[in-house]
């Protein structure tokens, strides 16, 4: 169910296709196409507005029985509001899009949108409008949030430079771990490590403040959402920066536990999907300086590697073995 | 394919329970859930910016193979571009979720995204981001819109009064006989009358440059678009404005040339869906000067009725016919 058919490119060759035929430019257009968020100041305004959107399918994103209808909403919200954490931004309103089957009833809609506003209230984010309709097959969910900088800071991921130390906040692979064992038939799990995987899978926390801590400080460089896997958004971070990476890879924070249930930690914590951490380069003049200051009520962050000047992701395993390419191979909806 | 299974409760119910339940308030938030769009004053802004979103499915709310790839982007865009005609604002920015089955091509996506974007042009609509995935079971779009009013000028449903003119853009049940059409296997259109009705419904014209009139000209009272039938969209006009309505059927810009296929223009008039023209209220003392100021260069409009005091909505033949009352029964998705 979550592996795709063939397809002759990439989602990311795509989304360039589209953005270099389809976009289009306006004073008050800032970022369009091709960064986590749209960015946009209406003019007046004192800050800059952010909107994104994603759309969850039943059965390609996710499957009815894996997960409640309040866990359903909270993570198809945590998307949005990851992507505008990507940005560093603060969450403001969103409008959902739902379709349901004839069998879902009234109590699966409020079960439903109630996992979204209890979300959405962590972060300030308000239901501001949608479309409710009918489907013949599945649930289909699909949310656009907008957002609004503080004090006009915001991070994009054409920021990173080449040297700039590269970090991410808590952990790479739980939440491939969780779908790992859902994928397996362990819907409860039996330990805690178990239950922390299932949790991160269907209830991710976006790292909303963690985002918008860093936008404020001017420290970061280029920042983004690990959304589809580290190797895919890394790729994608090194791209818009025009820059390449080298991670060390005893240093990638893994989810060890998922190694006592058959997972191999190291390559969920690479290509793994839906972590929703944020991941971002710091000038290497201020990561002594970033470090000392990052506050402890924040998801703790890791150094990982630095930005290069030659392109393409590499790695080392930090025990003096050698320098590896790393693949782009996170989720891709459109590659074989 | 076009109609639903039974629901214990209707969408305008379910949109009134979400509103009451899970709709938030905020001091720059002017309208959540309840009008066409939202409503929201970005701090600083001169300017008031609204969103909608619409989602559209395959095999729902379209059939693959009754209209192009283009003119399907075209219509998914003039849904909610239709949406913000209904406030009065201008069209800025939007986003798309599109999810696609494996065996559609880059020119399919190539043909949708020039449909979205050769309407998006015509009103000044810039594509600024989106969402693409596999579906397994057909297309499905989600388009979120962005515009902004023009001297913060913006009509809402609620601003009828009883005694105001009823008046409506273009005619009414062209979609719907379009749609007759496909449903007989036309699909091109022998006579021009056909290949209007075709036209209507696979490529319809929002009514964006006459919204923005109306705003500007601060002569209407409320204004909603006809995107689900005019019985249904005047009945939500009726009680968002407290008031109810009567029309006459004999003054109904309908469609009269759908009676040679087979069609009753004025059943598709009443409650025919798809039209996208606008619905409003002018107040009963200025209707002649409404009227008298109209350009000519916008899609002409009729008074059908008035507003009255009474709730529910009637209507009178206009040959000394008795009064009857008219049946919500335009298109729902969530009624049997």
Redesign the interface.
């Known amino acids: 169910v979550f592996r ?6 990439s ?1 990311n060759q ?2 360039r ?2 953005e270099e ?6 004073a ?2 800032e970022m ?2 091709g960064d986590d ?2 960015v ?1 100041r ?6 800059r ?1 952010v ?5 969850l ?1 039943e ?3 996710f499957r009815a029985d894996w997960q409640t209808p309040e866990q359903l909403g909270w993570k198809a919200l945590a998307e949005n509001l990851s992507d505008l954490a990507a940005m560093g931004v603060r969450p ?2 969103y ?5 349901i089957p ?1 069998a879902i ?2 109590s699966w ?2 079960a439903f ?2 996992g ?2 209890s979300l ?1 209230k962590i972060h300030g984010a ?13 649930v ?1 969910v ?1 949310i ?1 949030a ?1 957002g ?1 900088t503080l004090r006009r800071k915001i991070l994009y991921r054409a920021g990173g430079k080449a040297g700039d130390g590269i970090y991410v906040t808590g952990s790479l692979g739980r939440s491939a771990a969780g779908l790992f064992l859902l994928e397996q038939g362990c819907t409860e799990g039996a330990t805690l490590a178990e239950r922390l995987a299932l949790e991160a899978h269907r209830r991710p926390r976006p790292r909303c403040r963690e985002g918008l801590w860093l936008a404020q400080q001017s420290l970061a460089g280029g920042m983004i959402d690990v959304s589809d896997g580290l190797s895919m958004d890394l790729h994608r971070l090194c791209r818009a920066s025009g820059a390449g990476a080298e991670i060390c890879l005893s240093r990638l924070p893994r989810f060890e536990a998922s190694g006592s249930w058959g997972c191999d930690p190291l390559e969920l914590a690479l290509h793994g999907g839906e972590d929703f951490e944020l991941l971002f380069s710091i000038p290497a003049g201020k990561t002594a300086r970033f470090e000392a200051s990052y506050p402890r009520r924040l998801e703790p962050c890791t150094q990982i590697g630095r930005l290069t000047r030659h392109p393409g992701v590499y790695c080392v395993d930090g025990r003096g073995g050698r320098r590896r390419r790393v693949a782009e191979r996170g989720f891709d ?2 590659r074989s």
């Open positions: 795709r058919k063939a397809s002759a490119s989602e795509i989304v296709f589209l035929r389809f976009g289009g430019r306006r008050s257009l369009g196409i968020a749209a946009f209406p003019p007046g305004a004192e800050e507005w909107v994104t959107t994603d759309m399918l059965g390609v994103d403001r309103f409008t959902v899009a739902l379709a004839s009833g009234e809609i409020a949108y109630q979204l506003t959405a308000i239901l501001i409008g949608g479309d409710l309709s009918r489907s013949l097959h599945g289909q699909c656009a907008l609004e909806h459109f």
